[in-house]
């Protein structure tokens, strides 16, 4: 379903992704863990080029991303941030509506009816009249996870979805992921949420210095990291939560 090859990415001196392959089946689910400044979120955005690329390809369903065709491949990945990016002066119903009113070009009525659809699928049927600053973090969140999937991604990419959150919030926003993962969708997500990654994830990619350090299922990754740096790292994570 994605397919990265070699991306390169630098800022000025600092070379942050150094040949990134990676590779995503339809339905796989791939967690993405590394220490703070290794290019997991500059890879997240290579992806849908928020940040474009220096060198490398990406292809989506077999289609290689590109600056021509990017409104169109944008439209089919869901991208889910830290900071929930709701707008503020939107109803939930809005924020969930509003791209599929004006990117897919959807009707009123179908574009209403997917948003209910999606905001029932994240517990939050009760919100569609609700402003994003009357929710709690871990509703915008869900919120926020309800207008991606409204659009039909065939992708859904999430980069550190709890991480702005209280820990009594996070549990809400994991098992929507966990029972988007259950139900087939293809995600690649950021997070050092240990359980999720444990029970989610077909594979864990460790990534350090703009490198792939290794990967491989969680219970291999987890418990016999062949690498000294995977090790270093999963006992810095158990230690600090
Ligand atoms: N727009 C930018 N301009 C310049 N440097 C940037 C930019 N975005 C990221 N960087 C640099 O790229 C490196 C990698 O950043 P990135 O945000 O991808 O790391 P990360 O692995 O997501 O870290 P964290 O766990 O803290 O979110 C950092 O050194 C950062 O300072
Ligand atoms: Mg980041």
Redesign the pocket.
């Known amino acids: 379903m994605l397919r990265v090859d070699d991306i390169h990415k630098r800022?000025?001196d600092?070379e942050?992704l150094k040949g990134i392959s990676l590779t995503l089946e339809r339905g796989a689910t791939k967690v993405l863990i590394?220490?703070?400044?290794?290019?997991?979120?500059?890879?997240l955005r290579c992806i849908n080029h928020l940040?474009k690329p220096d060198r490398g390809t990406i292809e989506l369903d077999g289609q290689r991303i590109t600056d021509a065709n990017i409104d169109r491949m944008r439209a089919q990945i869901g991208f889910v941030f830290q900071d929930f990016n709701l707008f503020s002066h939107l109803t939930v119903l809005d924020n969930v509506r509003i791209c599929q009113l004006k990117v897919k070009r959807l009707s009123h009525e179908e574009a209403t009816r997917r948003a209910h659809e999606e905001l029932e699928r994240v517990g939050l049927g009760d919100k569609a009249g609700a402003y994003p600053a009357e929710l709690s973090g871990g509703q915008q969140q869900r919120v926020s996870i309800a207008r991606a999937l409204a659009m039909d991604p065939m992708l859904m990419l999430f980069?550190?979805p709890t991480s702005a959150l209280d820990p009594e919030l996070t549990g809400e926003v994991v098992k929507v992921m966990q029972q988007l993962a259950d139900d087939g969708m293809t995600m690649l997500v950021?997070s050092h949420e240990m359980g999720f990654a444990r029970q989610a994830a077909d594979e864990i990619i460790f990534?350090e210095g703009g490198y792939i350090i290794e990967q491989g299922p969680p219970d291999v990754l987890f418990s016999t990291p062949a690498q000294e740096r995977t090790r270093a790292f999963l006992n810095v994570i158990a230690e600090h939560g």
């Open positions: 800022y000025g600092n942050v590394g220490p703070s400044g290794s290019g997991k979120s500059t890879l940040n980069d550190e950021v990534m």
